[in-house]
C-alpha cells in the first residue's frame, strides 16, 4: 500500500487515487479536495507509516528550500478531533519518531511547510449552511491561529453574518456582497483573549502535543507560562501577537471577501462532483504577506462526509457534458 502523499501533485484527475488512500481520515481527505479543487493549501506531504519511500519523499521537500522543520498536522481515523493536537513544527529528524507515536493511536501525519503558527496574520473558520442559504464567518486576529476559533479555545474577535440567495452556492464566483458584522470584540475582551492566548503559547512550549492537559491541570501557572511564552516569542522574532496586544485591528475587507469566494468555489466544485454535505465548517489562514491557505472542511453529519472517500460513487456522479 502506498505510504505517502505529494499535495504538490494532486489534482482532479489524481484525486480518486488520493482519496482511496485515505479512506476515514477526514481531515487530510477535505485537504485533498481542497487542493484538487483549485484553492490554497500548504505544500507538504501526507505520511501514514515510515518507509523508504517517506523518507526520501520528506528530504526532498525539505532538501528543496532548506528546511530543518516542517509543520505538523495529525489526523485520526473516523475522528474529527482527539486530545492530542498538531498544528505545530517539528525538527525533520524527528519525523520518523513522531510518525510512529501517531501509528500506535491510529494517526496519521502531514508534513507541511514550516508555517509558524505564530506568524498567522488572521485565522478564519465559517460554517456554511445551505438549508438557510447562510454564511457565517469568525475571525482571530494576529498571532492567534486557527485552533483558537474551530477547537473553541478563545472566542472570536470578530463574527460576520451573510445571506446567500443561491443555496446550492453553484455561482460562488459571482458573489458580490461582504457578509454583515454583528460581532466586534472590545478592548477590554481583546486584552484578556491576547492573555489567555500567551498562556496557550506557554503551555505549547512545554507540552506541543497536549497542550491543554497543562492549562486544566494547572491553572495557576498561568503567569509563568505567559512569561515563557514572551520571551519565546521575543527570542525568535515572532512578535506578531505583542505588537497587537493592546487593540485589535479588524480584519481588510479584501482578506475576507477572498476566504468567502475560496469557500464558495470549494462548495461548488463538490456540487459539480454530485457532492452536498450539508452544513459545512471550513478554516484556514493568511500570512503577513497576505498569503491565503485552506486547512480543512468538516460537514456536520458524518453520513453525509463518507461521500468524500467513496471514489465510485463521486466519479460516476460527477460525469456531465462538455
Not at 171 to 187: C, F, M, N, Q
Request: glycine share 6%; with cysteine; aromatic share 10%.
Amino acid at each position: 500500500m502506498r505510504e505517502v502523499i505529494r499535495l504538490s501533485e494532486i489534482s482532479e484527475d489524481s484525486l480518486p487515487t488520493a482519496l482511496s488512500l485515505v479512506h476515514s481520515y477526514l481531515k487530510v481527505s477535505s485537504m485533498v479536495w481542497i487542493r484538487a479543487l483549485g484553492q490554497p493549501t500548504l505544500d507538504g506531504i501526507v505520511a501514514k507509516r515510515w518507509s523508504q519511500g517517506v523518507s526520501r519523499a520528506l528530504r526532498k521537500f525539505c532538501d528543496k528550500d532548506q528546511w530543518s522543520e516542517v509543520l505538523l498536522r495529525i489526523d485520526k481515523r473516523g475522528k474529527r478531533w482527539s486530545s492530542r493536537r498538531g498544528g505545530y513544527l517539528i525538527k525533520t529528524k524527528d519525523a520518523r519518531i513522531v510518525l510512529d507515536e501517531l501509528n500506535r493511536e491510529d494517526m496519521i501525519a502531514v508534513f507541511l511547510e514550516p508555517w509558524s503558527p505564530y506568524r498567522d496574520l488572521y485565522c478564519l473558520s465559517s460554517v456554511v449552511i445551505p438549508e438557510e442559504g447562510r454564511l457565517v464567518v469568525e475571525v482571530v486576529g494576529p498571532g492567534f491561529d486557527t485552533s483558537d476559533l474551530v477547537r473553541s479555545d478563545l472566542a472570536a474577535h470578530e463574527r460576520f453574518d451573510l445571506k446567500l440567495h443561491d443555496p446550492g452556492f453553484e455561482e460562488a464566483s459571482h458573489l458580490g456582497l461582504l457578509p454583515k458584522r454583528t460581532h466586534l470584540i472590545r478592548v477590554e475582551q481583546y486584552r484578556a483573549a491576547v492573555e489567555e492566548r500567551l498562556s496557550k503559547v506557554g503551555a505549547r512550549l512545554t507540552n506541543a502535543a497536549f497542550p491543554m492537559e497543562l492549562l486544566d491541570g494547572s491553572p495557576g501557572k498561568s503567569a509563568e507560562l505567559r512569561l515563557d511564552a514572551v520571551q519565546y516569542l521575543r527570542r525568535t522574532r515572532q512578535t506578531l501577537l505583542l505588537r497587537h496586544a493592546d487593540k485589535y485591528v479588524p480584519i481588510p475587507e479584501k482578506y475576507l471577501a477572498r476566504f468567502i469566494a475560496g469557500v464558495l468555489r470549494i462548495l461548488a466544485g463538490l456540487e459539480g462532483y454530485g457532492v452536498q454535505l450539508g452544513t459545512t465548517t471550513f478554516s484556514g489562514a493568511f500570512t503577513t504577506k497576505g498569503r491565503l491557505v485552506f486547512w480543512d472542511f468538516f460537514p456536520a453529519d458524518a453520513k453525509r462526509a463518507s461521500a468524500l472517500y467513496t471514489p465510485g460513487k463521486i466519479f460516476r456522479s460527477a460525469a456531465r457534458p462538455d
